[in-house]
């Protein structure tokens, strides 16, 4: 990938200042571009999800602008997919009428949307539980009926703040698989919030790793593209010398904030 | 409730019906056993018995009462929930008017009713009585509901809803498909269980204005049979009237409970059975 192709959305010199006086992120810089797998990583507090809402346009910078070079409207709310950290479903709604909202809410019927639906939940594997509601799912069906929800639009920047942290390994990995494997159908753009070296070494194409509150990006890594991917991939001395890597930059960004 | 009949279920029913026939045996041998004049405390049977001969009397009653519970606690519903639903959606609103139900609900009805009985004829005086202590248990329940949605529910609504800088009629629009949508069902429990309180405070309000209101004829009530009875020293159809308002209030509220079970069964932990 070349350096020369417009990004699809670019956040330039953003600060943000929360109304109780908090600087939440102070000149974050940062291209997204199209079809990379991204991931924020950096500790707690340090801004990441406020990144991410700037980005969906959830809340708005106090400095600095979002711009989409390649995007003709200025609505650029049909383009996005959120997964909370939370699943976030409406306890009171099956799961394929909380899949059903996105298009809902754009006034879409639900014959309408019916196939989009069942095509949603078959991406996520939910296919047999269009009918359960979400007190009847685990965990971690739960966060694949959130993210149906989210590819429900089709969108071309899918942005996830730290959706299997609640979640067991085990579970975690298998979504972590399935994450990567509706990229490639869907050839999305993912922005992934995260405060896992190894999750964020395992999934991304690219890593941007944050400093401490105020946020900023320390530095940015060039992981594993998805053709040099291969199934053992955890167990590959790629990926041990990539979680070294970024562990140690990680560590350096908090540690030389902390000197400041 | 279960249809199905474990032993947990079969005791949790059998246990509280075998000491209340306990306790009515009890009664009924005391009165027989030490020859309680009826005038003091009449026995279980002699209660049912005149249940049954005064029933043509004491059923017209019920009615009355019945008639004057329910109109209340519908008219509290409506009530309620409108204004609830007005000032969740202005702050402005919710700020000028909530105080004053919270002054109507911590003011003692029962100092009100013989005010209302000045102001208006007795069977619309003693329905707003009732009206008003049912009032606000809906109003305040039903407010906490409305607020007490999911913060990232709301950010999805705006993710996916009308676009922000849109025209004041578009917002409204959003705002009530968002309070339709979202608002209403999360807002259901606590509402539902407002409406448990409204059913039972509903009763009580009613059977409180009966009392002050104090008038016979065809607009007499349970309540009003009781006074009556205590006069005339009748106390076999006070205790009879007394039965039957505490079985209107115990069937109200199974009522009321059935329908929150039916509404919240497949979706709200309250509902749910318990884990075997």
């Known amino acids: 990938m070349t350096e020369a192709i417009t990004p699809l959305v670019s956040l330039q010199g953003i600060g943000k200042v929360f109304a109780n006086g908090v600087t939440a992120l102070a000149g974050f810089d940062l291209d997204i571009r199209a079809g990379e797998f991204i991931s924020l990583l950096g500790p707690s507090g340090c801004g990441k999800s406020t990144a991410l809402r700037i980005i969906a ?23 996005i997919g959120f997964v909370f950290q939370e699943p976030t479903l409406m306890p009171w709604a099956n799961v394929a009428d909380n899949v059903w909202l996105p298009l809902r809410l754009r ?23 269009a009918k359960a509601y979400p007190r009847e799912l685990s965990g971690g069906m739960k966060m694949r009926a959130s993210i149906a929800r989210a590819l429900s639009m089709r969108p071309k920047l899918l942005l996830l703040d730290e959706p299997f942290a609640a979640l067991d390994e085990i579970t975690r990995f298998k979504l972590n698989d399935d994450l990567l494997r509706l990229q490639r159908e869907l050839r999305c753009t993912i922005v992934f919030v995260t405060h896992s070296i190894y999750e964020s070494a395992y999934l991304s194409s690219r890593i941007a790793i944050m400093t401490t509150r105020p946020g900023c990006i320390a530095a940015e890594v060039e992981a594993v593209t998805p053709t040099e991917r291969d199934p053992n991939f955890r167990a590959s001395p790629r990926y041990a010398a990539l979680c070294q890597e970024v562990s140690r930059l990680l560590i350096g960004s908090v540690h030389d904030k902390g000197t400041e | 409730m279960k249809i199905a009949i474990a032993p947990r279920t079969l005791s949790r029913i059998a246990l509280p019906l075998a000491v209340f026939i306990a306790a009515i045996g009890a009664w009924e041998f005391y009165v027989r056993s030490h020859a309680v004049p009826t005038y003091i405390l009449p026995a279980p049977s002699l209660i049912v018995q005149t249940v049954v001969a005064d029933w043509p009397l004491l059923s017209a009653s019920l009615f009355v009462t019945l008639k ?55 069977d619309a005086a003693v329905l707003t009585c009732a009206w008003l202590v049912a009032f606000f248990p809906v109003l305040s329940n039903t407010m906490l509901g409305l607020q007490s949605v999911d913060r990232n529910l709301l950010e999805l609504f705006r993710l996916y809803g009308v676009p922000p800088q849109q025209t004041a009629l578009a917002h409204l629009g959003s705002r009530m498909r968002e309070l339709w949508l979202l608002r209403a069902p999360a807002a259901l429990p606590a509402f539902l269980s407002g409406l448990r309180i409204a059913g039972g405070l509903s009763l009580i309000g009613a059977v409180v204005a009966e009392m002050a209101a ?54 709200h932990e309250s509902a749910l059975a318990p884990e075997t």
Do not use: C
């Open chain 1, 107 to 129: 006034g879409v019927s639900k014959s309408d949307a019916r196939e989009r639906i069942a095509q949603s939940l078959a991406l996520v594997g939910l296919e047999d539980f």
């Open chain 2, 214 to 267: 104090g008038s016979a004829g065809a607009g007499a009530g349970l309540a009003y049979r009781i006074i009556e009875s205590q006069y005339r020293l009748n106390i076999p159809r006070l205790f009879a009237a007394l039965v039957l308002l505490a079985l209107t209030g115990i069937i109200l509220f199974l009522i009321l409970s059935a329908l929150t079970h039916a509404a919240l069964r497949r979706w």
């Open chain 2, 68 to 122: 004057t519970t329910l109109l209340g606690l519908g008219l509290a519903v409506a009530g309620g929930v409108g204004l609830a639903v007005l000032l969740s959606l202005s702050r402005i609103v919710e700020y000028s008017l909530y105080p004053f139900a919270v002054v109507l609900q911590v003011t003692p009805v029962i100092a009100i009713a013989p005010l209302l009985l000045i102001y208006m004829p007795q």
């Open chain 1, 57 to 79: 346009g959830l809340t708005h910078p106090t400095q600095g602008t979002v711009t989409w070079p390649a995007a003709s409207s200025a609505d650029h709310r049909d383009d």
